[in-house]
């Protein structure tokens, strides 16, 4: 029986990891300037990460590639997609790929194979409703992975469709987290967390409590913490009082913490790894849900 996501991640954080997931988001002119000059954008890439990814998975447990940074680079690009995701599980994270595929039938069926292999889980859109989902959830049982749809994203015209109300009164985000409980019920260990995630910005903590209760079984991942103005201490709701059921995300603060002149950049990146590490640990402990 394969391992399921959720399973795999318990054994981190029992391990001793913080709920934190570093975004692999590559940037040119955010690359230290040293890593292979001269090289094509998609080797300097693959350069910089096969020296990142062994660094600091010994301190968080669950790293997200952003795809759309590495396929702008063509065929070179999704082949470094490919290693980075490879390099990752070969350390021992876990990887998200961020994906956000959201298409149906056997559209969806194409990209689960390919991306379900790739990453142990990826992110989706709802917008096509359940037909888009059934695909990856499939996938899933396979390979023992996860999806995390997006239900209250963390940019600023978030609220532009995911804030309108239905004629119940319901904001739409409230709408798609009762869905993702539905189409996570009967999948997974029943009194733990399901295969069907959620996506949940940190830059809408007033949200992040009630959208939880909607969606009891369901791991929440949370971006927006850092550039995008959210604090780990505003992704507190995701977590239920055993400090588990949320994975927060934290992307340039720490792959792009440095000056790429600096010759001392991997240190930086591990120091600021450790940090946003030790930082969650204690805002759970603050909060008493871990001693």
């Not at 997974?188 to 009630?210: F, I, K, L, S």
Request: with cysteine; proline share 6%.
């Amino acid at each position: 029986m394969v391992a399921s996501f959720v399973s795999r991640l318990r054994h981190k954080l029992t391990g001793g990891h913080a709920p934190v997931c570093v975004g692999l988001d590559p940037r040119l002119d955010a690359l230290p300037s040293r890593l292979l000059p001269a090289a094509a954008p998609a080797a300097r890439i693959a350069a910089f990460y096969g020296e990142v990814v062994p660094a600091i998975a010994p301190y968080v447990p669950v790293v997200k590639p952003n795809i759309a940074f590495f396929e702008r680079y063509g065929a070179a690009g999704f082949a470094a997609y490919e290693g980075v995701c490879q390099a990752a599980r070969s350390a021992g994270l876990l990887v998200i790929g961020d994906i956000k595929r959201g298409d149906i039938g056997p559209t969806a069926s194409a990209y689960a194979d390919v991306h379900l292999d790739l990453a142990d889980a990826v992110t989706l859109h709802p917008l096509m409703g359940k037909d888009s989902v059934d695909p990856f959830l499939q996938r899933c049982l396979v390979t023992g992975g996860a999806v995390f749809v997006l239900v209250r994203t963390s940019n600023s015209s978030a609220t532009e469709f995911q804030g309108l109300h239905t004629r119940d009164g319901e904001e739409l985000s409230d709408v798609i987290a009762a869905h993702v409980h539905q189409w996570g019920e009967g999948l997974g260990e029943a009194h733990d967390y399901g295969p069907v995630g959620a996506v949940v910005g940190a830059t809408y903590p007033q949200e992040m409590a009630r959208l939880r209760g909607r969606m009891p079984r369901a791991l929440i991942l949370v971006p927006g913490v850092g550039a995008q103005g959210g604090t780990v201490r505003d992704a507190l709701s995701a977590f239920d009082a055993h400090g588990v059921g949320g994975i927060v995300n934290q992307s340039r603060g720490i792959a792009q913490c440095f000056a790429p002149d600096d010759p001392q950049w991997l240190d930086r990146v591990v120091t600021a790894a450790k940090s946003f590490s030790t930082e969650m640990h204690n805002a759970l402990r603050a909060q008493g849900t871990i001693k």
